[in-house]
């Protein structure tokens, strides 16, 4: 499948820097205006970003979801480039994913599809800037 990511991309992804998602590496980011696909290089940015970020975030909330499998959650969305209905097909209760995976996941999707709203995320553009306020400083 073109676009997926294996484990050695992945080892050489979090070696790097964090990318703008809004372009690709080493590019100039302009702002997008409202919801739109990302295109194939964003979502190779995306996935780099919450892969490097995942081990900075803080593992637990304080009602005991794992934020740790809500990010891998969106990782595999990404990677496997789900639509919402795919992701809520696959994260869901009757799979015994706890709600905040589901939503995560689900979340990446609409990201995906170009349903993503800034304003449901504190103005966060995309799912790893929705982690930025958990990460540990």
């Not at 995560?104 to 930025?132: M, R």
Request: hydrophobic fraction near 35%; glycine fraction near 6%; charge should be negative.
């Amino acid at each position: 499948m073109e676009g997926v990511l294996g484990a050695t991309d992945l080892q050489e992804i979090v070696r790097r820097p964090f990318l703008d998602t809004r372009k690709g590496e080493g590019q100039m980011a302009k702002k997008k205006t409202g919801p739109s696909k990302p295109d194939a290089l964003e979502i190779k940015a995306e996935i780099a970003n919450l892969v490097r970020m995942k081990p900075y975030v803080r593992r637990m909330s304080m009602f005991g979801d794992n934020h740790h499998d809500a990010i891998d959650a969106q990782i595999k969305v990404l990677q496997k480039r789900w639509e919402p209905d795919e992701a809520s097909d696959e994260y869901s209760d009757e799979h015994e994913y706890p709600e905040n995976v589901c939503t995560a996941a689900y979340d990446a999707a609409k990201w995906l599809s170009g349903e993503w709203d800034t304003a449901e995320f504190d103005g966060a553009t995309c799912p790893s800037e929705s982690w930025k306020s958990l990460v540990i400083k």
